[in-house]
């Protein structure tokens, strides 16, 4: 069965303060890995998509990096408006279904 | 904005009452999808479509029917509303990109509460 696991659930930073978000996965045939930004009462919004192990993606502050069993999603020196929950999703070869994990919130204080 | 209208965005309904949710897309992307968010749960899948008049099941589809009459719309109803189907609802577009179904885009969510 498709498992994706993200830690830490909550984290709190200083603005300025870098560091990442695990997700880790088992899946069979992965055909993407996925990572969204969701704002309260909003749906979520995509970042990036990885394919294959080694691939990085990144987009001003964020990072994604993506081995055979885990991706990060790396902030460096985040500002208060990266404050959000980010998601991680995967989807395997055989379906068109994005499995999620539960998400990491992410607080970042001035 | 991914061109995804979700209504109505907010609905407040009584046990054993059906409800209908829309999803509507300018995008002319051929896939659909409607997800519910739930604490503790992350978002799964209810259903989906791969074209018009084309759906198939999610992860948790029991008490949920879905039609897509034309291309632009995905319609979700909930037959007899249950206290347990109080979530929120996001509507999901992707197309394929070189022959691979890609990126799933969201709708803004449409808050269902059951009474």
């Known amino acids: 069965e498709d498992q994706v696991t993200q830690s830490p659930e909550a984290l709190r930073l200083q603005e300025g303060e870098s560091s990442s978000l695990n997700c880790s996965y088992t899946v069979s045939g992965l055909r993407g890995l996925f990572w969204y930004r969701q704002d309260p009462g909003k749906g979520p919004e995509f970042l990036f998509t990885?394919?294959?192990a080694g691939e990085e993606k990144e987009k001003e502050r964020l990072k994604a990096t993506l081995t055979k069993k885990e991706s990060f999603l790396h902030i460096t020196a985040p500002k208060p408006e990266d404050s959000a929950t980010y998601l991680c999703?995967?989807?395997?070869?055989?379906?068109?279904?994005?499995?999620f994990g539960k998400g990491t919130s992410l607080l970042v204080t001035p | 904005d991914a061109g995804i209208t979700q209504s109505p965005r907010h609905k407040v309904t009584e046990t054993g009452t059906p409800v209908t949710l829309r999803c509507h897309q300018t995008e002319n992307h051929r896939y659909m999808y409607w997800y519910r968010q739930d604490p503790g749960h992350g978002l799964r899948l209810i259903h989906y479509?791969?074209?018009?008049?084309?759906?198939d099941k999610g992860e948790v589809s029991d008490g949920y029917s879905v039609s897509r009459s034309k291309t632009e719309d995905f319609l979700l109803t909930l037959e007899s509303a249950t206290s347990s189907q109080t979530s929120v609802y996001f509507c999901?577009?992707?197309?394929?990109?070189?022959?691979?179904?890609?990126?799933?885009?969201f709708g803004p969510g449409t808050r269902l509460t059951v009474l």
């Open positions: 479509s791969y074209g018009v008049k084309d759906t």
């Open positions: 990885l394919y294959s």
């Open positions: 999703a995967v989807r395997r070869d055989s379906g068109y279904a994005l499995n």
């Open positions: 999901a577009i992707s197309e394929t990109s070189r022959g691979v179904v890609d990126t799933q885009y």
